[in-house]
Structures are given as structure tokens and as C-alpha cells.
């Protein structure tokens, strides 16, 4: 349970901090905010900036980080800033055969699945 809650702190931080990073970015450039997505793109390559640097950290021989940090850092903060983070790690974890995999099947998948989504809650579609 404690860890749980520590997740949600995390997370709830890592929320703050993409919104803030989108209103933020809207505010100083809106143009440029609505061609394209900037602020989404700052905090997904920020968030896997953090998650690796917390993860080789962590990782190092002789060092050691309480499972209550990694899962406040890592798992909350940079889950809540970017899902991605999770995505990038888990992908440079794997083989290259479940990275390619992996990187396909949330990508094309993960698309197309919003399209249908999006057409089944169209009116008249479903």
C-alpha cells in the first residue's frame, strides 16, 4: 500500500508538470503550440532523460536506493510526465528482437486502436 501511495505522489507531481509544461508552451508560443505538439514532445524526451539518468544511477555497483524511491521517481514522477519514459526503458531492456517488437506493436497498434476508438464513438459507426 505504501508504495502504492507513493506511485500516486509521484504521478500526481509528473501530471502537474506535463500540464504546467503545456500551458506553459501555449502561453509563450501559440502558434507554434498549435502546429504542433511541442510541449507533448519536451516532456516525453525529458521524462526519458530523467528515467535514464534515475535508472543508471540506481543501477551503479555499490549503490543503494531504497524500492520507495525508485518507485517515486521512476514509476510516479517520470510515469506521470510521460508514459513514454516507461515505453523508451522497457524497449532498451529487451532484445533487439521484443525492442523491435515492442516498438511496432505500440506504435501501429496504439494508433490504430485510437482510430477505432475514435470511429466507434462517432455517431452512426457503431
Not at 502561453?27 to 526519458?48: M, Y
Request: aromatic share 8%; glycine share 14%.
Amino acid at each position: 500500500m505504501k508504495l502504492l501511495l507513493l506511485v500516486c505522489l509521484g504521478g500526481a507531481v509528473g501530471s502537474g508538470l506535463r500540464y504546467g509544461t503545456d500551458r506553459l508552451i501555449l502561453a509563450q508560443w501559440p502558434r507554434e503550440a498549435a502546429a504542433f505538439p511541442w510541449a507533448t514532445l519536451a516532456v516525453n524526451l525529458v521524462g526519458c532523460l530523467i528515467a535514464g539518468l534515475l535508472l543508471g544511477s540506481m543501477s551503479r555497483e555499490g549503490v543503494k536506493f531504497a524500492d520507495e524511491l525508485k518507485v517515486l521517481l521512476i514509476t510516479g514522477l517520470c510515469g506521470g510526465l510521460t508514459t513514454f519514459s516507461a515505453f523508451a526503458l522497457q524497449t532498451m531492456q529487451a532484445n533487439p528482437g521484443k525492442a523491435l517488437a515492442n516498438v511496432a506493436a505500440s506504435v501501429v497498434g496504439g494508433l490504430a486502436l485510437a482510430w477505432l476508438g475514435l470511429w466507434l464513438s462517432t455517431p452512426g459507426n457503431a
